[in-house]
């Protein structure tokens, strides 16, 4: 992916994390998956190399970059084949909602082991009945004295059963309308160990091939104390997407890299599979849509390092913006690119030898989560364009 718009030390984190990704790839990847198993030795010596926390304030052991400089590796990962779903989670969303919103106790406990990889946060939003609107959460948080006391469900909770513990977003408080619907939300974010008493994992099964598992989640009177609270209980929906926003900007990112494989791959064929004298490559039909895919790929990067830097200068209305375009066109340029690599091989393109089949059904998680196109779609309609809602 070229980087016209890039530093030479962005450049130079590029070329570093390509070069970690090509001595693993997909086989080490897709070997993980068929044992069950989490990439921790992928994961530990990014980490060892600084690129896990390179997002995380240098005063607790982070490279003191920003999302920028995450959404690169997570990118020139997914290139290689072996995307770390959990960089989106545990450093982008938990890491920096800590760094910016947590006391200093929180930050002490927290950033150092998400920065070097030895400490995992999950993230617990999404809802069975909330959905793609966060507005209905229905998962409390009332006092009880100094102590908080949750109780909700949510559901496609990434990581869960490998982290040690669950950054939970409740509401604590909840004002029917005339109609009875839940009120203006309220959003606050607790940290809930993963043995906290009443908080209860179930896996999902997916069809989906990754070493993230899904799980729901059953919060049951989960009794916690006072500074399990992360920021101000007033702050509300600021604190939020603090987190939501770079977890755009890194899905942008992981689809990014997973496009760039899947037309990487396709090239390469196209290039050695010959059919009447010529490579396959030659005739247009092949040429132009993968010409097109690499197009519509540097296109989202661009979107994507717009959004990060709009982001990691303090510019959290117009990165809102920006990360759900940069998100929306990433995956819109994933899906096609992934399609067309598949096509460009033909049946070798549904075998296992050649890996492109699975990403089928991986692509499509970007044009998903954490929010549909659908949604990314009525927010420009209404938030960019000034036109009605319709919700």
Sequence with gaps: MSATLETDEHKALRAAVAQLGRRYGREYLT???????????????????????????????????????????????????????????????????????????????????????????????????????????????????????????????????????TLVVARTETVPDKEGHTGRLKPCLFVVPRDAEGFQRHGIDMELQAPEKQFELVLDDVRLPADALVGDEDAGLLQLFAGLNPERIMTAAFAIGMGRYALARAVGYAKDRTVWQAPIGAHQAIAHPLAQSHIEL?????????????????????????????????????????????????????????GLASLITASRVARIAPVSREMILNFVSHQTLGLPKSY
């Design 31 to 165: 070997k993980a998956v068929a044992e069950g198993r989490h990439p921790g030795e992928l994961w530990a010596e990014a980490a060892k190399l600084g690129y896990l926390g390179v997002n995380l304030p240098e005063e607790y052991g982070g490279g003191g970059g920003g999302i920028t400089e995450l959404a690169i590796v997570l990118e020139e990962l997914g290139a290689a084949g072996c995307p770390l779903l959990m960089m989106v989670v545990s450093p982008a969303i938990c890491g920096t909602v800590i760094a910016r919103f947590g006391t200093e106790e929180q930050k002490r406990t927290w950033l150092p082991g998400i920065a070097d990889g030895s400490r995992t946060m999950a993230f617990g939003i999404t809802e069975p009945d909330a959905g793609s609107n966060s507005h209905r959460i229905t998962t409390t948080a009332r006092r009880d004295g100094t102590d908080w006391v949750l109780s909700g469900r949510k559901v496609f909770i990434s990581g869960v059963d490998i982290a040690d513990a």
């Design 298 to 354: 540097e296109l989202a990067c661009l979107m994507t390092q717009k959004a990060a830097h709009l982001y990691d200068t303090g510019d959290d209305i117009g990165a809102g913006e920006a990360a759900n375009m940069a998100k929306y066109a990433a995956a819109e340029a994933c899906v096609k690119a992934v399609d067309q690599a598949v096509h460009t091989l033909g049946g070798n393109g549904l075998t296992r030898e050649y």
